[in-house]
Structures are given as structure tokens and as C-alpha cells.
T-cell receptor
Framework: DQQVKQNSPSLSVQEGRISILNCDYTNSMFDYFLWYKKYPAEGPTFLISISSIKDKNEDGRFTVFLNKSAKHLSLHIVPSQPGDSAVYFC???????????FGAGTRLFVKA | GAGVSQTPSNKVTEKGKYVELRCDPISGHTALYWYRQSLGQGPEFLIYFQGTGAADDSGLPNDRFFAVRPEGSVSTLKIQRTERGDSAVYLC???????????FGPGTRLLVL
């Protein structure tokens, strides 16, 4: 049972345009959500997070939106750069617990 | 400063053998996590240590898997009687506390022939 789903295995975007990566979750106990970025042969790197008390969090070119009623979050990257090409993992947890549950990832290609 | 390191970076073994995978967390980080990442999947939680004790080992798939962190720093993931299905990248992460950002190591790629 996948509690965190990233239904798009890949996404291709032109440099300078917006990249939108989507994530859905099923467990209503999740109240903290994270996005990680992963380059080949490296471990995932934390990118941005959002608590369930917010519906938006912004950090430079990266913005995460949370829609609790739809159990959906998205990561927006604008403008996209070739260096953003990587696999992006959505993750969720309950702040009172230990486990972080990851989605399967979306591979982003930003074309120059 | 140094990040999380994992050794070996690659390990090839034969079915039925025993393997140990090592994780050196960021100095001072009390929380340590092990994950397994299979091809095309995201990291899957295995075990969480707070200090020396395993606070949650519910992700370990069966009793062939065991992890220790005897001095609250370095951790070793031990797999007995390896099976081909154990082939994956094993990731370690550490954080300064349970609710803090996890920093991942580069992983150990395990291949069981």
C-alpha cells in the first residue's frame, strides 16, 4: 500500500519555464511533508518542507503547495535550470513519529 | 564539515553470505536512520536509532536484518544469509534530532549474485 504516490515517473521542461511536480498521500495522520532532490550516485538532499498548518512555503525558486483536503502537494520550480535535472522525492511523516515515507520519485529533465 | 559517509560504496556477494554495511553519521547527530532503495522506488524506512537504542525497527523486513549503534555514533547494518532480493542501495541518514532535517549518505550498492 503506497501511502505517498508520485504518479509521474518523469517530466521534461524547457529551461526558464516552470516545473511542477505532484505528490498525493493517503494517510491523514501525515502532518509534515518534504521534498528531496537526488543526483546519480549521491544520497537524497533535503530541498524544502511544509507543515500541515500552512498551505504554501517558498524558498527562492522553490515553492511547495499543500492541499490537505485533497491530500495533495506540489513542488514548483521557477525558473527551471539545467542543474535542476535530478530525481525529486516527495516524503511525508507524522511529527510525533519516527518514520518518513517516500514516494517513488519523479525524474526531472530541464532542457537548455 | 564532513557529511554522512557509508562504506563500502559497492558490495558484491553471493547468495547465502553475510554482509555488514557501515554508516558514519555527521558528528554530534543523535538520530540515525537506515533506508533501502530498490530500483525505481523511493527510500524505504528500515530502522531508526536515537542514541544507542533502536527506537523503531519496524521497517526491517525479517530477522535476517539487524542493525547496531553501540556507542551512539557509527552504525552497522548486518544482513545474514543474503538473498538476491536483498540487492538494493542501502542509505543511511542522520539528523540532530527526531524532527530535524535528515542528511543522507551516498549509499552502499549491494548486489547479491
Amino acid at each position: 500500500d503506497q501511502q505517498v504516490k508520485q504518479n509521474s515517473p518523469s517530466l521534461s521542461v524547457q529551461e526558464g519555464r516552470i516545473s511542477i511536480l505532484n505528490c498525493d498521500y493517503t494517510n491523514s495522520m501525515f502532518d509534515y511533508f518534504l521534498w528531496y532532490k537526488k543526483y546519480p550516485a549521491e544520497g537524497p538532499t533535503f530541498l524544502i518542507s511544509i507543515s500541515s498548518i500552512k498551505d504554501k512555503n517558498e524558498d527562492g525558486r522553490f515553492t511547495v503547495f499543500l492541499n490537505k483536503s485533497a491530500k495533495h502537494l506540489s513542488l514548483h520550480i521557477v525558473p527551471s535550470q539545467p542543474g535542476d535535472s535530478a530525481v525529486y522525492f516527495c516524503a511525508a511523516k507524522n511529527t510525533g513519529g519516527f518514520k518518513t515515507i517516500f514516494g517513488a520519485g519523479t525524474r526531472l529533465f530541464v532542457k537548455a | 564539515g564532513a557529511g554522512v559517509s557509508q562504506t563500502p560504496s559497492n558490495k558484491v556477494t553471493e547468495k547465502g553470505k553475510y554482509v555488514e554495511l557501515r554508516c558514519d553519521p555527521i558528528s554530534g547527530h543523535t538520530a540515525l536512520y537506515w533506508y533501502r532503495q530498490s530500483l525505481g522506488q523511493g527510500p524505504e524506512f528500515l530502522i531508526y536509532f536515537q542514541g544507542t537504542g533502536a527506537a523503531d525497527d519496524s521497517g526491517l523486513p525479517n530477522d535476517r536484518f539487524f542493525a547496531v549503534r553501540p556507542e551512539g555514533s557509527v552504525s552497522t547494518l548486518k544482513i545474514q544469509r543474503t538473498e538476491r532480493g536483498d540487492s538494493a542501495v542501502y542509505l543511511c541518514a542522520s539528523s540532530s534530532g527526531q524532527q530535524e532535517t535528515q542528511y543522507f549518505g551516498p549509499g552502499t550498492r549491494l548486489l547479491v549474485l
